[in-house]
């Protein structure tokens, strides 16, 4: 068996970038706190935005120093606060009250949760192998880690059973698309990158309303009672 | 030039020489960071030399296994030091004895064997120690596994010498995902095996929340030192492996002269330092995690070292 090759400084430095993406998906997966959960989306962002600056750099495509701005503008300052003035809509009255910050648990485990996370990533990471890309901006093993992102963030949404998790869960889904695009497409006209990353603005809007509705209507953000039918 | 078994012995000379050093300077920090003004840098010494001095009790009851254990302990953190990359970059000829896995599997001998000793004794505290060492054990086994797989495939064998060389080689080495997260996992199961804070305390007496530590409790005397020594030496060597073969294989000796052994038996001690600063800030940052918590801390070791062979497969890693 041969070893490894080394990829260069540029490739190794995007996959470790990406790689953090994951885990940081991963981090929200872990955390309890949805404060915590809110700052750990700021922080992948800006990965996604240093990920940016890093392609932009060494593959010459100044357009994306705008896209990494917008992304840390919108992605990193206007959307946690947005999420976190909700968060504290929903505590009523009660300013010291943190019963209504922690996410709604899911049915399993820390620990069997992040183990199926890992094999539900590693379905990403191999499935992402058989696909005829290649790449145009950052190198291709970051989309695999991508489709891993996306996964991981769909079984974040599925087993948390809080309203204001599962939108984090929707927000980073969004990142590892970003993600994808970074790899895919990157020079994609900016028009359409920040006409997505509207398109995600559009996203908060309705997760906040739902928020609020939901948290109107039944007095928690869980949202296992939903499936009691009533005539 | 040095003779070459002259620098195998100071290879294990100075893991033994430094290693209780070492502990006192992370002691230090660490109370430094509370506002304390800590012990002195050189009192593990002292207390060796005091436990030295002391009389030896055993249980009664308890049979020579409990007595044989902490020098046959002792003996196996001798022999590590030969398979690891402590002073110089070339392989020295005992360097071949055993890989990565056979140094680990030396660690864990001790590690059975301390515990085999705290059963002997009968005291609850003890055996719990014990116990939970070796349940934990079990738990942080698959993530040394991966981290070991990540190397094999990083350098097609698995020769602590060759990763450092890999490592040094280029920049390209040093960022590439799969080593970043292998050497990541390995602090933190560093962080258990020398039962550091998310894990254990290290300096407290609540006995509730004891693993590693609670393993001593009734050993007394030369045997207490030879323990206590014996931990210090294996945290002193688990370092060494994550400095000089995966983070910072940089200021070993490349020649036999005698002063590059000499700079780097001062450099590794150095390093070390700096690693147990970061540890001690670890410390006093975080809470110790509850006992049924650390299945997580072991998990997300597990899941860095998952995803570093995950990129190796991928080619890009």
């Given amino acids: 068996m041969l070893p490894a090759q080394a990829p260069s400084v540029y490739t190794g430095a995007a996959n470790v970038i990406a790689v953090l993406i994951l885990l940081a998906e991963f981090g929200m997966f872990r955390q309890a ?41 919108l992605k990193a300052v206007a959307i946690p606060l947005v999420l976190r003035r909700l968060l504290r809509g929903t505590a009523p009255g009660h300013p010291l009250d943190v019963s209504h910050d922690i996410a709604g648990s899911g049915g399993l485990g820390l620990a069997s949760t992040v183990l199926i996370g890992i094999a539900v990533a590693a379905f990403g990471f191999f499935s992402a ?20 992102v996306v996964l991981v963030a769909f079984v974040l949404m599925i087993h948390r059973r809080d309203v204001a998790s599962q939108a984090i869960g929707l927000f980073s889904l969004e990142n590892g698309i970003s993600l994808a695009a970074l790899v895919v497409a990157a020079s994609l006209p900016l028009i359409l990158e920040v006409a997505l990353l509207f398109d995600l603005l559009l996203a908060v809007v309705v997760f906040g309303l739902l928020i609020r509705l939901h948290h109107g209507r039944a007095e ?7 499936t009691d039918l009533r005539g | 030039m040095l003779p070459i078994p002259v620098i195998q012995v100071l290879q294990v000379l100075t893991i033994i020489g430094a290693g209780p050093g070492v502990s006192g300077v992370i002691a230090r920090v660490e109370a430094r960071l509370q506002g304390r003004r800590g012990p002195r840098v050189l009192q593990p010494y002292y207390d060796l030399a005091k436990l030295f001095r002391k009389e030896a009790l055993a249980p009664a009851g308890a049979s020579w296994v409990f007595l044989a254990a902490p020098v046959a302990a002792f003996t196996c953190y001798l022999t590590v030091p030969l398979l690891i990359p402590v002073l110089t970059t070339f392989p020295l000829p005992l360097g071949y004895m055993g890989d990565i896995l056979g140094g680990g599997f030396i660690l864990s001998l001790a590690g059975f064997l301390v515990a085999v000793a705290a059963l002997e004794t009968g005291s ?35 020769l ?44 407290g007496t609540n006995e509730f929340g004891m693993i590693e530590e609670a393993r001593s409790f009734e050993h007394s005397g030369p045997y207490f030192a030879l323990l206590k020594w014996g931990s210090a030496a294996k945290q002193l060597i688990l370092y060494t492996i994550l400095l000089n073969v995966f983070v910072a294989p940089w200021g070993l000796a490349a020649t036999r002269q005698p002063w590059a052994v000499v700079l780097a038996m001062a450099a590794l001690p150095a390093k070390a330092c700096v690693l147990g600063g970061v540890v001690a800030v670890i410390d006093n940052s975080f809470a110790k995690l ?16 998952v995803l570093g062979v995950f990129t190796l497969y991928l080619g890009g890693g």
């Fill in chain 1, 33 to 73: 706190l949805l404060r915590d959960q809110v700052r750990l989306y700021a922080g992948q962002s800006v990965l996604i935005a240093v990920l940016a600056v890093l392609v932009a750099a060494v593959r010459h495509l100044p357009e994306l120093y705008v896209l990494a701005a917008v992304t840390v503008a």
């Fill in chain 1, 129 to 148: 192998t058989v696909l005829p890309v290649s790449g145009g901006g950052a190198p291709v093993t970051a989309l695999s880690v991508s489709l891993s």
């Fill in chain 1, 220 to 226: 928690t953000l869980s949202t296992t009672d939903l």
């Fill in chain 2, 124 to 158: 609850p505290y003890a055996q719990l120690g014990a116990s939970r060492a070796k349940t934990f054990a079990a738990i942080t086994e698959p993530v040394v596994l991966f981290v070991v797989f990540t190397v094999a495939l990083l350098t097609a064998t698995d």
């Fill in chain 2, 160 to 203: 602590p010498y060759a990763l450092a060389a890999t490592v040094r080689s280029s920049a390209g080495q040093i960022i590439r995902p799969a080593h970043v997260l292998a050497a990541a996992a390995l602090f933190m199961v560093i962080l258990y095996e020398t039962g550091r804070i998310p894990v254990e305390t290290h300096s």
């Fill in chain 2, 290 to 305: 509850r006992l049924f918590k650390i299945t997580e801390f072991a998990a997300a070791a597990f899941l860095l070292a």
